[in-house]
């Protein structure tokens, strides 16, 4: 879903010099009516979740049902959508189980997805720009040596036909800030097993990492083990994510693993709290304990 721009500027200037009074501020099709009855078409779907009380995340309906609701085209409808999307103040979302949900700002990130951060950001009309703050070699650390198993890298490069030296030793260590509109949005700290994608910092680091590790390395990132938890900004962090420090963080710890099960990824990212909402879709029950009840 791609962030749309309003319309104006330039047009409006040159249409107020043209007959000497003030520009109408007017719509793709130049049509003051149509933005009024655009306004009006907002003004009606707020009070509509207003009254409704509903809460971020709730559906709405399909854009057919809320037009005949509302007794209007859909085309007026789509337009007053558009405006609100802008303001993230609804989202839509194809699919069956998509329509049109009420939003409050914050950014959903969908807990059952790989997914990168820019390209579900993207679906919801945020433009996310990732801006690498550091990136080194460094010497793997007893948990990078544990959570990545670079112990296990031997039979992994003879696989890749990596050549001999050192291996499981290093990691690349990458710290990235993710912001929206300038402002800053997540940080990500990475690190990734040198053997596994060699001259990884040649790369365009701002770019979405799985799409690199497909496109370059051949590996696809198929699945990953996250927790997600409550914890205060430090003060690298507050100054990062310009924060008062004591500030709460959704931090998500992942381990990311190819299709063959070996990690390939030890990533945290942090959020401010105020800024992200997560979703799950359940199916079934998840088994606490492995052990068998008598």
């Not at 007794?71 to 989202?91: F, K, T, Y």
């Not at 951060?117 to 010497?139: D, E, I, K, N, Y």
């Not at 690199?212 to 390395?217: A, H, L, V």
């Amino acid at each position: 879903m791609a962030v749309r721009s309003t319309m104006g500027g330039a047009d409006d200037a040159q249409s107020e010099a043209a007959d000497g009074q003030p520009a109408q501020a007017c719509d793709a099709r130049g049509d003051p009516r149509e933005l009024d009855e655009v306004e009006a078409t907002v003004r009606r779907i707020r009070a509509m979740i207003a009254a409704g009380e509903y809460a971020p995340g709730e559906r709405l309906g399909s854009e057919r049902a809320l037009a005949e609701g509302l007794g209007i085209p859909r085309s007026a409808l789509r337009r007053a959508l558009d405006r609100m999307e802008q303001g993230h103040e609804i989202s839509r979302k194809i699919g069956r189980t998509g329509g049109i949900t009420v939003a409050d700002g914050r950014l959903e990130r969908n807990v059952n997805t790989l997914e990168s951060l820019p390209v579900f950001a993207r679906r919801q009309g945020f433009a996310v720009v990732s801006h690498v703050l550091s990136a080194t070699v460094a010497m793997a650390s007893d948990a990078d040596r544990r959570m990545l198993r670079l112990d296990d890298m031997f039979p992994r490069m003879e696989r890749h036909g990596a050549g001999g030296g050192a291996r499981g030793t290093s990691v690349y260590s990458i710290v990235r800030l993710r912001t929206v509109n300038d402002n800053p949005l997540s940080v990500e700290l990475t690190h990734l097993p040198t053997d596994v994608f060699p001259g990884f910092l040649l790369h365009d680091l701002s770019e979405p990492f799985y799409e690199i590790f497909r496109s370059r390395y051949g590996v696809v990132a198929d699945s990953a083990q996250e927790t997600i938890e409550a914890v205060s900004a430090d003060e690298r962090l507050s100054r990062w994510l310009q924060l008062p420090e004591g500030e709460t963080l959704i931090r998500i710890r992942r381990v990311a693993c190819d299709a063959d099960g070996m990690p390939c990824e030890r990533a945290e990212e942090y959020y401010p709290a105020f800024k992200i909402r997560f979703t799950m879709r359940h199916s079934g029950y998840v088994r606490l304990s492995a052990t068998r009840e008598s």
